[in-house]
């Protein structure tokens, strides 16, 4: 399936907005970090496409590019540690 690049950038506007915390570590992203930081924001997929997650936004989230790349296509949040009790894997 073809992924729509102008869907992308509305998507990643969208989560960017709103300024959340990584999602696979949890803690704070700078969203002022150039492109290719490691710890810039990037879009996550929750579930990886790879794993036959959807390309939609409800399956996306806020990650630093470090914490994106090492979970890469696990489904289990791969090897990083949330460092929030608070939060739950989902």
Avoid: W
Avoid at 26 to 54: K, M, N, W
Wanted: hydrophobic fraction near 30%; charged fraction near 30%; aromatic fraction near 4%.
């Amino acid at each position: 399936m073809k992924r729509s690049t102008a869907q992308r950038d509305r998507d990643r506007a969208s989560i960017k907005r709103g300024r959340p915390a990584c999602g696979i570590c949890g803690e704070a992203i700078d969203y002022t970090l150039p492109y290719l930081d490691s710890r810039e924001f990037v879009v996550d997929h929750v579930v990886p496409l790879d794993a036959g997650g959807a390309d939609i936004l409800a399956n996306k989230q806020a990650a630093h590019r470090t914490c994106n790349r090492t979970k890469g296509a696990r489904t289990d949040g791969g090897p990083i540690i949330r460092r929030s009790a608070s939060l739950q894997r989902p």
